[in-house]
């Protein structure tokens, strides 16, 4: 009791300057072990310390009240009292101990499902997710938990704002994989299929030493992207892809290769017969939502085919080229393609006739040059990055080292670009 | 003017081929009408004469046309020592055409008799001359041995000899009578790369060689490319091919061929200026060899002149014959596809737009048709133009340059982006991954 009576003391005492929040720091450390075995007794020295100016003290305390297993009666109580720290607590401060920020807030996203209200739990989230982060570049473990929480709770929108960042940095693979799959899945849902299909694409290339099941998943889902973004499923990796990868993926995702090659041929039929041999696999998978979004894409695409050949057309021919049932089916979906802007139409009704139109615009306004000039900008300071990330890689004394050992030992006339010192 | 074209072609023809026997015939060999068999026949000599008589038999439908053709078929047989084929033949006719076309077996066993006999001569002969070592003996007898195997139809044995011949020939009238006849088996065979590569040996012999059996080369390259669907170098070697071929070659090829297969070659694969100032119509050389086919000097005309109708319809009455020609036979739907294909785009080239019922009508064929024709070349990109459907007219549609130049821009620029973004992230996980087992090492 005394102990953490004197804890509490500390924490209020040393929670000034920087250099006391130090000290408070490494103390904490020591002191931690204090806090989990008496856990059950720390709630009310919680009400005696200021979330906003104790914030590194509070979390201490706050992590070893939570490491036990919580009740059921108590869990909404809990997730209050965490989601009113996250919103309060002092950015710097929990930035020295992220592992039991991280930690607390995993458990916060625990308590939101079991209690299935994961609403409760994306503000507190993002906000915990822009306060972990010391740069909007740099990858957090939260960044995953926010997403899911967005996935559960259907508010693709809030998750959409964090992936319109760029990610430069990451900690550990795994959030990544995870992120990047996540996110895939959000866009999906937003119907940002081409931001999707990156997303998919930097999971399915990225560097892995073993197969993992999120990269399985993930390749699935970035067949059938592909196939609606692209009209088009190419088989062959990158060459920056995994050597695991390139040689396993396939096994995992044999129905959705098949799909793939009976879209390819262009018919309707054979792609309703595809997926009826597959279809228990799709589902099971919940990957049939998608799959049925392949199938309306086929149409789309024959009846953008059509445009390149035709100035007017009758619904009954178009009809009949792209396989649908009668002109009104035609006509349907020929007026959502023109809504959502993928074609340039007009639907004469009288006649029954569609006039495919050139895309109006003519890249001359204000808006056109702007854009232009800000993807160049952009592309700038992108190249920059590139170079800079150059130079402090060949700076790097683990980099240098492992080229040195692999040099040529005999060369001795060549000139050396790495200093003897790095031959380790 | 059909009339005109006849006479004067039939007097030509009868020129050309002395024996015209008892009929005269003022009709030329190639035309729309049914196939004159003997008249056809009498342009080939050799084993090529059999064995198109042969397909034409196969292919035809035509009963008395099969039954005239197996009986030449089997009078020419029993000329030559080929047993073996001799056999096939009256197992074809099967006694429908009378007695004297059955198996005459005496006839067979004299036959091998003597090829018995004759095998073992050149064998002593050839053995003796192989101990002696004088080279020019030793090539006449596998030459020899060549010809003996070719006559009996054993064209892979005569090959094998007459290739073996090679390394004992001295002047380039050796090899070059070496690779004619190395040609000849191929194209018999059907091998036709070999033929290729004995072309090109015969032609780099330093000599120069007599203009005839240059137009000999040209013409076995020019099947050799037939063959290989590679038309555009067919049709060049055919046209290149010589007036004094004459009838020198006729166990190959005869004269009215060369210009059949080089004018249709030329017409599914040259372009405009080709066809005219290079090549085909102001050609004065291959003008001689088109005499000889009127029909296909008059499609090669209309086809310039844009009477497209009418050389569709010379095509359609060639065709048939055309399906009994052995070399022909299945190049002639793609070859007609490709002159189709050329006419269309020729008639649309020139216009702003093109009314499709007058595009229908000159070339024969109904608006729905001609509709679906359009729609495949311009998916395929050979005719810029797109289709109103509604009031059935072609407009001619040229891309616009600067909007598909931002576009492309606008796309370049995000792909880069993109690819630039993510390398950068897997070099950091490389890195990541890379410090994770270096400082577990450590």
Redesign the interface.
Known sequence: MDNVEAVVTQIQGLSGGSSDVSVLHSFLKQADDLLHTESTRLAPFLDQLDPSIHSLGYLYLLEACTSTPILKEQANQLVVSIASFINNCAAEQIRLAPDKFVILCKRLRDQVILLEAPMRGVAPMLTAVHKLQSSSELLTALHPEFLLLCLLAKCYKTGLRILEDDIFEVDLPRDFFLYCYYGGMICIGQKRFCKALELLHNVVTAPMSTVNAIAVEAYKKYVLVSLIHNGQFSATFPKYTSSVAQRNLKNFSQPYLDLANSYSSGKISEVEKSIQTNREKFEADKNLGLVKQVVSSMYKRNIQRLTQTYLTLSLQDIASTVQLNGPKEAEMHVLQMIQDGEIFATINQKDGMVSFQEDPEQYKTCEMIEHVDSSIQRIMALSKKVTAMDELLSCDPLYLAKAGRERQRFDFDDYDTVPQKFNI | MEGEEETSAGAMIDEIYSNGGDAKRNRPIISGEALDIEAYASLYSGRTKITRLLFIADRCENRQMQMEAYRMAYDEIKKGENTQLYREVVQKIDERLGPQYGLDVPWTEAVDRKAEQRKEKLENELNAYRTNLIKESIRMGYNDFGDFYYAHGLLADAFKNYVRTRDYCTTSKHIIHMCLNAILVSIEMGQFTHVTSYVSKAEQTPEAVDPVTVAKLRCAAGLAHLEAKKYKLAARKFLETGAELGNNYTEVIAPQDVATYGGLCALASFDRTELKQNKVIDNLNFRNFLELVPEVRELIHDFYSSHYASCLDYLGNLKANLLLDIHLHDHVETLYDQIRHKALIQYTHPFVSVDLRMMANAFKTSVAGLEKEL?AL??DNQIQA??????KIL?ARHA?Q??AT?QR??QT??E???D????????????????HK?SRKL
Request: aromatic share 10%; proline share 0%; no cysteine.
């Open positions: 729609e311009i998916t797109r289709i109103d459907s509604h009031n407009y616009d600067r909007n931002f821009v606008l620029g995000n880069f982006d993109r630039v973004r993510a390398m950068l992230l897997r070099a950091n996980l490389l890195k990541h991954e890379y410090n270096a």
